[in-house]
């Protein structure tokens, strides 16, 4: 476990400084470098900490506050260290996504999980019962939305049933079952099978967030109540094989819409376990926009902050108008949006300041970025500060990150696992 939570980081990783000796990741915040006085190879994804301690805490106060738990999707940051954190402000567990991405969870110490997915290849099921045979206490859960995927866990002969949820679908969308009578006849038929417990039900409502309140709602509210006839029909039937029902859902940009619905009266107990995994950095593009919509429909003002940005520096200035910053696709996410230019440090200086309201940025190649409005107060080795839209595909183009105070100081670092 120390390798995986503690490794050693040498300038192989893209952003170490080349003339540091290899460093274990806990000593990284001890070194005391300043990510504007040139101590860091740009470009640089850096965590900011005081908005990801604030993040931690503020969605795991919302779930708290409504008897609910969270579960966290750790396919966000894939980070073992983000993971500690997370467990440590309260979370009920982690989710995942494949049974590759629970094993790094399991090492890390994660013993309750989700893996919001279809669980169906011999030798993802082979690896999961070996997982739960080897972990003392480890509680894992997966997605069951067709016949043909309980023949193929039968077919694999489990020594012990695996837990699973009934998924609730939509048409068009991914996963999940379309109708309230396809998932009754999966429920009954998995509660008669030997090689799965039926533990709960489960929907995801992400993929029909478009940003307007009323379509948001509306959405939300009909496939929450499709859960709940689901929940409810299989608790009368006596289908749960479990002391509580598992009820589960809520991606990062409508999570407020679903609080409601994730505890449904029934017979026995209700756990239910909201799963946003964005929020511990937040962006400041599609959550930011998506989830100011929830901070106004709840009511509290301000509530989770960006946490994540890419720290480039001008490394062209070839016309009026327009400036290459040394940071493009390899570097930071666009597949939602292109990065925002959230501030900037002049060459020679160790703060950020305000920027240019017409900066903006225009395009991304592999290792470039294009920085168009009024360039003329820059000169080449200005540092420019990038925000980002969905942190997810960030993450995953990155090793290690520093975390860096208000004064950006390197303080800890963490590493990801993809």
Same mark, same amino acid.
């Given at each position: 476990? $120390? ?21 274990? +990741? ?5 070194? !005391?470098?300043? @990510? ?7 470009? /640089? ?13 503020? /969605?795991?106060?919302?779930?708290? *506050? ?15 260290? =983000?993971?500690?954190?997370? =467990? ?23 013993? +309750?999980?989700?893996?919001? $997915?279809?669980?169906?290849?011999? /030798?993802?099921? *082979?690896?999961?019962?070996? #997982? ?53 006849? #999966? ?12 533990? !709960? ?5 992400? %993929?029909?967030?478009? !940003? ?10 009909? %496939? ?5 006839? /689901?929940? &409810? ?16 859902? !809520? ?21 239910? =376990? %909201? &799963? ?48 290459? @910053? $040394? *940071? ?36 991304? $190649? ?37 975390? @860096?105070?208000?004064?950006?100081? @390197? ?8």
């Amino acid at each position: 476990m $120390n390798d995986l939570l503690d490794p050693l980081l040498d300038a192989a990783s893209k952003g170490f400084p080349p003339r540091s000796p290899p460093l274990r +990741r806990s000593q990284v915040g001890a070194q !005391g470098w300043r @990510v504007l006085a040139g101590d860091m190879p740009l470009p /640089l994804a850096v965590i900011l900490q005081q908005p990801l301690q604030h993040n931690l805490g503020w /969605l795991q106060g919302l779930a708290r *506050a409504h008897g609910l738990g969270l579960a966290p999707h750790g396919k966000t940051t894939m980070s073992p260290q =983000l993971f500690q954190r997370q =467990l440590d402000a309260g979370a009920w567990g982690l989710t995942f996504a494949s049974v590759g991405q629970l094993g790094v969870g399991v090492r890390a110490g994660v013993r +309750r999980a989700i893996i919001a $997915n279809q669980v169906f290849m011999p /030798l993802d099921l *082979a690896a999961l019962a070996a #997982l739960l045979h080897h972990t003392p206490g480890l509680r894992v859960l997966f997605l069951l939305d067709s016949l043909a995927q309980l023949e193929l866990i039968e077919a694999a002969q489990p020594a012990a049933g695996f837990e699973v949820l009934v998924e609730v679908g939509v048409p068009g969308g991914r996963t999940g079952c379309r109708g309230h009578d396809e998932a009754m006849a #999966l429920a009954r038929r998995a509660h008669a099978s030997r090689a799965v417990r039926l533990a !709960g039900v489960e929907c995801y409502e992400g %993929l029909g967030a478009t !940003g307007d309140d009323a379509a948001d709602r509306a959405h939300v509210e009909a %496939l929450m109540q499709r859960l709940a006839a /689901l929940a &409810r029909q299989c608790d009368a039937e006596a289908l749960f094989e479990s002391p509580e029902v598992i009820v589960s859902a !809520g991606g990062s940009g409508l999570f407020d819409l679903v609080l409601p619905g994730l505890r449904p009266a029934m017979s026995r107990p209700v756990q239910g =376990l %909201l &799963r946003s995994g964005c929020y511990i950095t937040h962006d400041q593009g599609a959550y930011r926009r998506l989830v100011s919509a929830a901070e106004r429909r709840l009511g509290c003002g301000p509530g989770l902050e960006a946490a994540l940005v890419v720290v480039g520096a001008v490394q062209s200035l070839p016309e009026p108008g327009l400036a290459i @910053v $040394n *940071a493009g696709k390899r570097d930071i996410s666009f597949d939602m949006g292109l990065p925002t230019v959230e501030a900037w440090a002049p060459r020679g200086t160790t703060a950020v300041q305000p920027l240019p309201a017409s900066w903006q940025i225009s395009g991304l $190649n592999d290792q470039h970025a294009y920085l168009r409005g009024d360039t003329s107060p820059l000169q080449v080795g200005d540092r420019i500060v990038l925000g980002l839209s969905h942190p997810c595909t960030t993450f995953d183009k990155w090793r290690w990150m520093p975390v @860096v105070d208000e004064h950006w100081r @390197v303080v800890d670092a963490i590493t990801t696992c993809f």
